[in-house]
């Protein structure tokens, strides 16, 4: 008989995933310290072809009009040389409407590439979400979660959407950052999917009495396929208008499941100067305060502490606050006001709203110097 007892979950967990990690050699990129070459090469192209060439896709096609960057080009010898001693794909730095610096690696990209988002996949869930607020298919973030069929009979159903979207839906006795991994994994296996997730794992599970801050999987699937219910199946309409507003030149878009649902968790797919450019939409939509700007506003206002002891051992996850899907209160630059996406092995954006500036780095490792290539530069 199938139990929801968490510790028995969590201990299940821990041996899959050891047992799936000897099995495949430790092929997550922040768990190698050293990786060869043709490693590399290998772990960059199934991520950048073989996953968008197996999974179906929810798309956005880009229309006539192209943002085009001006540039005002920098020279930083200290950029370069720690760009050129790691994996990384492409680095740039916009401020005040120019792109100031501009470096990829011409062996493994080109500006057309699509490159995977990996957990900043959450963040572009979110900013879809704000669209449908705004676009009147949901009523606001305080908005219960009520009428969805697909929650029906687990702690999810009821939730106030912010609860999600900040990851303090009382879910840390079924699922972790550990357990996601191994869900992901089975994900692109297609031995899992959004639906199966749900009725296997979650079904009949009771929200924990102890709220608090839980980074996993399943918060983002759950808003991105509430909002395509929510649409009444027409959530086309919604994501072309978040992501074609930012004027992109090449497709962007998520990864759709075995059993056509969306995937909001990781494997969202831009080119590296799309990247850049729905950074600047959101950061216009902050500058001009438009009703997506006053989303951003309103999670940034009630974003909240990790935890009172957070104090991670490295400094690329130094971020002390959450909302929205997004991180803040960059370590050293907690008085700024700085919205920062995440992903595993180094996907980086940063925005610092007041002074207009972006970082976008997208790479195969964080094998990068964290602090001169990302915290420095906002100082």
């Given amino acids: 008989m199938k139990s929801n007892n968490p510790c028995n979950q969590l201990k299940l967990f821990s041996f899959l995933l050891f047992l ?23 772990i960059h192209s199934y991520r950048v072809y073989n996953v968008p060439e197996k999974m179906g896709k929810l798309e956005v096609k880009p229309i006539n009009q192209i ?4 540039y005002k080009r920098q020279t930083d010898d200290v950029i370069k040389e720690e760009i050129n001693k790691s994996s990384i794909l492409t680095y740039l730095v916009y401020k005040k409407d120019q792109i100031i610096i501009d470096e990829y690696n011409k062996k493994f990209i080109n500006s057309d590439t699509h490159l995977a988002s990996h957990s900043m996949a959450k963040s572009m869930v979110s900013y879809v979400l704000a669209h449908a607020v705004c676009g009147g298919f949901i009523k606001d973030i305080n908005q219960q979660i009520n009428d969805y069929y697909m929650l029906s009979n687990t702690l999810y159903f009821s939730q106030k959407i912010s609860d999600l979207i900040d990851m303090r839906a009382g879910d840390q006795d079924y699922s ?9 994994k089975l994900l692109l296996q297609k031995n899992k999917s ?9 079904l009949n599970t009771i929200k924990s009495k102890n709220i608090k801050y839980n980074y996993n999987h399943m918060p983002p699937d759950i808003i991105l396929n509430y909002i395509d219910y929510k649409s ?15 004027q992109i030149k090449n497709s962007v878009f998520f990864i759709k499941d075995k059993d056509g649902f969306g995937v909001g968790t990781a494997w969202f797919y831009a080119s590296r ?12 939509d902050w500058k001009n305060d438009t009703c997506e700007g006053r989303y951003l506003k309103k ?9 009172n002891k957070w104090n991670p051992k490295k400094i690329q996850y130094s971020a002390s606050s959450y909302g929205g899907f997004f991180h803040f209160d960059q370590k050293g630059l907690e008085k700024k006001k700085i919205l920062a996406m995440q992903g595993h092995g180094g996907q980086r954006i940063l925005i610092d709203f007041e002074n207009e500036k972006i970082i976008s780095i997208q790479s195969i490792r964080m094998d990068y110097d964290y602090k001169k290539l990302v915290l420095d530069p906002f100082k």
């Avoid at 972790?176 to 992901?184: C, D, G, L, P, R």
């Fill in 20 to 42: 799936f990690f000897i099995l495949t050699n430790k092929s997550s990129s922040e768990h190698l310290n050293k990786v060869n070459k043709s490693r590399l090469d290998f």
């Fill in 299 to 307: 999670i940034y206002k009630l974003r909240k502490k990790k935890s």
């Fill in 194 to 202: 959004f639906k199966i997730n749900l009725k296997e794992d979650y």
């Fill in 176 to 184: 972790t950052a550990k357990s996601s991994e191994f869900y992901n």
């Fill in 273 to 284: 100067y799309d990247y850049l450019r729905i950074a600047k939409a959101i950061l216009d």
């Fill in 67 to 70: 943002y085009k960057f001006k």
């Fill in 232 to 246: 009444n199946g027409n959530i086309q309409k919604i994501l072309n208008k978040t992501f074609q507003k930012a």
